[in-house]
């Protein structure tokens, strides 16, 4: 039983081979007839492919083909190269992938066969939806693919390099791998593959691609696609093209006859540009947004740091839309994510620059929003061509500044394409500066950012390669500056330097021209002085007949010749421009002439200056080291340790003084006190010290109102001692004649007067004594008497 199911294993596997190779063969037999059929060609299946890449197509729902993908897959697939161009959006990413598939699946290519197919965009967006394409198209294939692009996990993609038959990369990271990968290997390469070709083989990525190009094999096929194609022949030669088949490259001589508009931009998409002041753009596009809360946008802007400006504080305004950002600055996920987030979304307003603008298929964009303008057009057209796909309707709007209106729209006429100008209704827009000043008010890391925004669009602007477009000088700076929300205008040095070259170069330009003219004029005098006496006469005979005629006077000055009124006149004198005064520059001129300022001078009532020698340095040393300072210049740092030294010593001695005087005051006023016996209350003593410690101002003012009087306290003392005996005896006395006495309690007048001197606690002794019974008090007084023996 096992053997007869090994032959039938055996058997089943001739069979899908032997079928396998008949496909292969019918194909390559249909490939030479696409040529002569490719008028009829209306669907996928009209092309000589295999059933896996059929299959997967139409569940991609892929399918009749455009334009382009008729002119290109049968030429690619009988292994010639192509050099197309296509509009946006007519699916020129399917035109390079079906050949590369069904060129695997001829060469029955496997996993070990190591890489067969590199494709090479610009940007990792790009990138990253031609691989997910290759996915959903070729995921019936048995090839293995790779998407190589910066951001990720380098060590991940190392391992796996040799595996991959197909990869979709960038050329920043192919480089890196062929560098640094030992596995990867790229001898075994035969379809290259550029998408966006022409930003490729700009100067961005020149040195880069011909790094790359030499270690391809030479005898590759290479297909390039791009919605503006290059034709130059040193990017051609670059890349070894053998006959190239050229689709859609170009404008038609029938279009050009006809003035009709060139087929890069899309039929369906409503071009418009509008003519706003730089420091309203960010009111018009608030208008704009609050306007169009239910469409998708896309608002192109010139740099990364612009982009994450608008967005914060479009996110703190809240215009009732979601918003996103895309930039190159960003983490490679995040980016990804903000990509399949704008996909997915109805109702959303993406701030992106130009990696937003090459080859990404966004669905159902309703408008484009160039609120900076393009570097020339053939950026335009891919900003442009984000909007109308596949068929679809759209509406593009440029924003332009008075200064590029004119030089634009003459480039744009140039390449035959149609744009209108229309104006905006004032009463629909809405400033939002008051509020934008307010959050920058509280958030200070969002003023550095709208601060950084605007140095990078001026720095923009600066670096643009068209002038007549791109005029700095043109700029209104501090209005730009308050739009932002910032109150003060950045400084740009840049800017500065190059604005200060400049004059410089003009006025270098303008004396050598008042040289020559003086010397010319100097010649000119010269032969005048020297004409003949007869010219003279004739000139006089022709006066006298002209005498009552009116003559013109002739102010203008021809070939250098002055006239007689201007020879006494002398050479014009160039005046520099009046430099603004700068706190810096004040504070200069203050130092040049020595002057101190801020200090306090006193003077005494004869007028002469009273010098305070605690701020002055007193030591010999102090002459010295300000002499040496004078003629170097610089700082001995162990001669002013010494100066130091010395200088503490006079400081100790002059704060050991002030003391000795402080406690001669002291006693002088105490002594003063006790002769006197004046008995004053402690406020007025306080006072008196206080008042007279004003006076002078080396002595501290310390308040002693609050020490007791001593006499009062020694005094008390004896009081209280002699009063406790007398108390004693006088309770002994007073119980003797409490016992004789019938009960009578009344005491005698000299025990009266001795009981008023007597101290608080003796007197509450005696009150308590005169209570008892006369039984407790003999007891109390025999406990006494015991206690004395």
Request: glycine fraction near 4%; hydrophobic fraction near 35%.
């Amino acid at each position: 039983m096992k053997q007869k199911r090994v032959r039938d294993h055996q058997k089943s596997q001739k069979s899908a081979k032997s079928l396998l190779d008949e496909e292969i063969q019918e194909l390559k037999a249909k490939y030479e007839e696409i040529c002569c059929e490719r008028e009829k060609i209306k669907c996928f299946s009209d092309f000589p492919l295999c059933q896996k890449t059929l299959k997967g197509l139409s569940e991609a729902k892929y399918v009749e083909p455009t334009e382009i993908q008729r002119g290109s897959i049968g030429s690619a697939l009988q292994g010639k190269d192509i050099l197309a161009a296509a509009i946006t959006g007519s699916g020129k990413t399917l035109a390079f992938l079906i050949p590369v598939l069904e060129h695997l699946y001829v060469s029955k290519w496997s996993r070990l066969d190591g890489v067969a197919a590199i494709i090479i965009s610009p940007t990792r967006e790009l990138a990253y939806q031609i691989f997910e394409t290759l996915k959903r198209v070729g995921k019936y294939h048995d090839f293995s693919a790779g998407l190589i692009i910066g951001g990720k996990n380098l060590k991940f993609e190392r391992k796996r390099m040799d595996q991959c038959n197909i990869l979709i990369c960038t050329p920043g990271r192919l480089l890196q791998h062929m560098d640094e990968n030992p596995l990867f290997d790229a001898t075994t390469m035969e379809m290259l593959i550029l998408d966006e070709a022409d930003r490729c083989l700009d100067m961005g990525f020149e040195k880069t691609l011909n790094a790359i190009i030499e270690n391809f094999p030479p005898g590759r096929q290479n297909l390039l696609f791009s919605a503006t194609q290059t034709n130059s022949v040193k990017d051609l030669a670059r890349l070894n093209l053998r006959e190239p088949v050229c689709i859609g490259c170009g404008i038609s001589e029938e279009n050009k006859l006809k003035k009709l508009p060139a087929q890069i931009v899309p039929e369906l998409l409503q071009q418009n540009y509008v003519v706003v002041a730089l420091e309203d753009k960010i009111t018009m596009l608030w208008s704009f947004i609050k306007n169009h809360l239910k469409q998708k946008v896309i608002v192109f802007l010139s740099s990364c740091k612009q982009v994450k400006y608008t967005y914060e504080i479009f996110c703190k305004l809240r215009p009732g839309t979601s918003l996103l950002a895309l930039y190159g600055t960003l983490h490679q996920d995040r980016r990804i994510a903000i990509y399949n987030d704008f996909v997915k979304k109805s109702n959303v307003v993406l701030f992106a620059t130009d990696i937003a603008s090459r080859g990404l298929d966004f669905p159902s964009v309703n408008w484009v929003i160039q609120l900076d303008c393009p570097e020339d057009v053939t950026q335009y057209i891919h900003r442009a061509g984000r909007s109308a796909r596949n068929k679809a309707r759209g509406e593009c709007l440029l924003v332009l500044l008075p200064s590029e209106e004119e030089a634009m729209a003459a480039e744009l006429e140039k390449q035959f394409i149609n744009i209108r100008k229309i104006i905006i209704d004032p009463k629909k827009l809405f400033s939002p500066r008051a509020k934008i000043e307010a959050f920058l008010a509280q958030n200070p890391e969002l003023k550095a950012s709208a601060q950084r925004a605007f140095v990078a669009y001026i720095k923009s602007i600066f670096l643009m390669k068209n002038k007549k477009i791109f005029n700095v000088k043109a700029l209104d700076l501090e209005a730009y500056a308050k739009s932002l929300g910032l109150i003060l205008t950045p400084r740009v040095r840049f800017l500065e330097r190059f604005l200060k070259r400049q004059n410089n170069q003009t006025q270098n330009v303008i004396e050598n021209k008042i040289e020559n003219d003086s010397e010319e004029t100097e010649e000119m005098e010269k032969q005048q002085n020297s004409f003949n006496f007869e010219t003279f006469h004739n000139n006089s005979e022709s006066d006298e007949e002209e005498l009552l005629t009116l003559k013109r006077a002739n102010h203008a000055i021809e070939d250098g010749i002055s006239s007689s009124e201007d020879k006494d006149l002398p050479a014009p004198v160039l005046r520099k421009k009046e430099k603004s005064l700068t706190k810096a520059s004040l504070a200069k001129k203050a130092l040049k002439k020595k002057i101190q300022i801020n200090e306090r001078l006193i003077f005494d009532d004869e007028g002469n200056e009273i010098t305070d020698q605690r701020k002055q340095l007193q030591s010999a040393l102090a002459k010295e080291y300000d002499e040496k300072l004078k003629v170097s210049g610089g700082i001995d740092i162990g001669m002013a340790k010494e100066l130091l030294q010395e200088e503490d010593k006079y400081d100790k001695q002059r704060f050991r003084e002030l003391i000795k005087k402080r406690h001669k005051k002291l006693k002088k006023k105490l002594k003063s006190a006790e002769a006197s016996g004046r008995n004053k209350t402690e406020e007025e003593e306080g006072e008196e010290y206080n008042n007279s410690g004003e006076d002078e101002d080396d002595e501290i003012s310390v308040d002693l109102s609050w020490l007791p009087d001593p006499k009062k306290i020694y005094k008390s003392k004896n009081t209280n001692s002699s009063n406790i005996e007398d108390a004693e005896i006088e309770n002994k006395e007073h119980s003797d004649e409490i016992s004789s006495a019938s009960g009578s309690s009344s005491s005698s007048a000299d025990d009266e007067s001795e009981n008023d001197e007597l101290t608080e606690p003796v007197r509450k002794k005696a009150k308590v004594t005169s209570k008892l019974s006369l039984n407790d008090a003999e007891i109390i007084a025999a406990q006494l008497l015991a206690s004395s023996n």
